[in-house]
């Protein structure tokens, strides 16, 4: 079960993803939110005691989970390109390949200030 993510907050930060409706549908997302969750946390396993500590923002790390949900949601067939007739459209490579993958931005942003050592 999600922690930081639900089903219907995905939905709302889907702005332009047109992701179809019903129980078939959602039932994937949650899924696919899960497994971003749970690789999430075999990542950056101090995620947790960070947002008990205060700090990190669990509004921060659902971002992050709804991002890489929603670069699958927006995709889920990683098509990279795509011509009709005389129309052609190339996709951002990173969104269109369809993966469910945490990207180095968003693992340096929720891995914290490097210390010096």
């Known amino acids: 079960m999600s922690v930081y993510v639900t089903v219907t907050g995905l939905r709302e930060a889907a702005f332009g993803i047109d992701i179809p409706q019903g129980d078939v549908v959602d039932a994937a997302l949650q899924r696919l939110i899960d497994k ?9 396993p101090s995620i947790p005691a960070r947002i008990a500590a205060g700090t990190l923002s669990v509004d921060l790390v659902a971002g992050v989970v709804e991002d890489m949900v929603l670069r699958v949601a927006s ?3 990683g098509v990279r390109s795509l011509s009709i007739d ?3 459209e190339t996709l951002d490579r990173a969104v269109s390949s369809g993966a469910l993958y945490l990207s ?4 340096a942003l929720l891995a914290g ?3 010096a050592g």
Do not use: F, H, V, W
């Open 36 to 44: 971003a969750e749970t690789r999430l946390l075999a990542a950056i």
């Open 104 to 107: 180095p931005e968003e693992l």
């Open 113 to 115: 200030p490097m210390r």
């Open 86 to 88: 005389d129309y052609t």
């Open 75 to 77: 995709n889920p067939r």
